[in-house]
């Protein structure tokens, strides 16, 4: 653990990014932890369950917030009438937006994070978006947070008053699924408690993208570390 | 009423500012008008009801909306345990951050109305913020809403994919509230079905800055009308 560094809070789905997300903020001494985690009429609530085990194994407190995210964007992850595509070409993740783009979710879920870390007078708000082993949605992009980090500072009572608005921290956003799976272990992610498919099935699907990246980094990860051994 | 303009969403309180911000999108030709308002937990449903029948009058189709923004944003707006302030001197209003600023409001509602236009290939969202005569919220600032435009054009597929992310569209900006009462009523606005008060009486207090503000935007309206018929 790092030296006390204020509150944070970080947003939380209950997949393997923001976790990790979680862990660094962890580390890096943040007391107390708001895990936010947003309910937005995705296909099933495992993810938010998942995302409340996380934040108990860090003692975060767990703030789970329903936001209506479905009747104004409709998305494969929020309509049944849409399909989330399977067994995507490994090239072809990341090329264009898929239809599981839920119109500006990041947009959406971060200002609700901004809301909250005013109030909580948090130094930083921690995502765990990621820029490389991505589904290709716009607001996982360096140059989307850079804009957001600029509003952040113009949209809040701190930023205005001199005390300095929120950090938008995205520790991931340049890491392989490879590196987030490393970084994970080391700082003891619970792995078996996070779901990332995007169906809401009993067991992941291990088809769809969110899935397929997911395989894509445990298994990078174990070949670099039996390379390590040889 | 101007050239068809394409679909448009404006973000409706039911006070005067966004009823004319809605006037003025249908006077450009704005069609449909998806009129977006937001129950955030303010004391009162009076303003919803507001902006349900101002929708109306302009044939808007009115979505509303349920964000647990209370959840995470104290203010004098949200909670029955901060005051909101009457009386206050008219210089005083606009300075500093009153108890009224709910954390990061307009960037939770600019965020919601973004998924909106992006789900109803929207060409403009329209909101009724102003710099000249309001409460002093930091994001009502123009340098607030500039931050903004950028994030939505990074923010959003249409931006990405080169169909152009919908116009942020505050027409209001710098106009006096006696500049919008003389707008509004020039555009048909039915000044009687908004509501401004902050509090949630059966009538309006008179007293807080909302009430004073609107009291000022009629008085100098109907001043600078009696001087040009003398």
Same mark, same amino acid.
């Given at each position: 653990?790092?030296?006390?560094?204020?509150?944070?809070?970080?947003?939380?789905? =209950?997949?393997?990014?923001?976790?990790?997300?979680?862990?660094?903020?962890?580390?890096? =001494?943040? /007391?107390?932890?708001?895990?936010?985690?947003?309910?937005?009429?995705?296909?099933?609530? !495992?993810?938010?369950?998942?995302?409340?085990?996380?934040?108990?194994?860090?003692?975060? /407190?767990?703030?789970?917030?329903?936001?209506?995210?479905?009747?104004?964007?409709?998305?494969?992850?929020?309509?049944?009438?849409?399909?989330?595509?399977?067994? /995507?070409?490994?090239?072809?993740?990341?090329?264009?937006?898929?239809?599981?783009?839920?119109?500006?979710? &990041?947009?959406?879920?971060?200002?609700?994070?901004?809301?909250?870390?005013? *109030?909580? !007078?948090?130094?930083? %708000?921690?995502? =765990?978006? &990621?820029? %490389?082993?991505?589904?290709?949605?716009?607001?996982?992009?360096?140059?989307?947070?850079?804009?957001?980090?600029?509003?952040?500072?113009?949209?809040?009572?701190? =930023?205005?008053?001199?005390?300095?608005?929120? !950090? %938008?921290?995205?520790?991931?956003?340049?890491?392989? +699924?490879?590196? %987030?799976?490393?970084?994970?272990? !080391?700082?003891?992610?619970?792995?078996?408690?996070?779901?990332?498919?995007?169906?809401?099935?009993?067991?992941?699907?291990?088809?769809?993208? *969110?899935?397929?990246?997911?395989?894509?980094?445990?298994?990078?990860?174990?070949?670099?570390? &039996?390379?390590?051994? +040889?």
């Amino acid at each position: 653990m790092g030296a006390p560094a204020g509150p944070a809070v970080v947003l939380l789905s =209950g997949g393997m990014d923001s976790a990790t997300a979680l862990a660094i903020a962890h580390h890096r =001494g943040h /007391r107390p932890l708001y895990a936010l985690s947003l309910q937005y009429g995705q296909r099933h609530a !495992r993810e938010v369950k998942a995302a409340q085990a996380v934040a108990r194994h860090y003692g975060a /407190r767990s703030i789970v917030l329903d936001v209506p995210l479905a009747r104004v964007a409709p998305s494969a992850l929020t309509r049944r009438s849409v399909s989330v595509p399977l067994d /995507r070409p490994d090239a072809e993740i990341g090329k264009g937006i898929p239809p599981t783009y839920v119109p500006a979710r &990041n947009t959406v879920f971060l200002s609700l994070a901004l809301a909250l870390a005013e *109030s909580t !007078r948090a130094t930083a %708000i921690y995502l =765990g978006v &990621n820029a %490389i082993d991505y589904s290709g949605y716009p607001d996982c992009r360096p140059e989307y947070l850079r804009a957001f980090r600029r509003l952040a500072r113009l949209a809040t009572a701190s =930023g205005v008053e001199g005390r300095g608005a929120p !950090r %938008i921290e995205a520790p991931l956003l340049r890491m392989t +699924k490879a590196d %987030i799976v490393r970084t994970g272990t !080391r700082l003891g992610v619970p792995w078996d408690l996070t779901w990332s498919c995007y169906r809401g099935g009993a067991r992941p699907c291990g088809r769809c993208d *969110s899935c397929r990246l997911r395989a894509k980094g445990f298994a990078e990860a174990s070949k670099a570390v &039996n390379k390590g051994r +040889k």
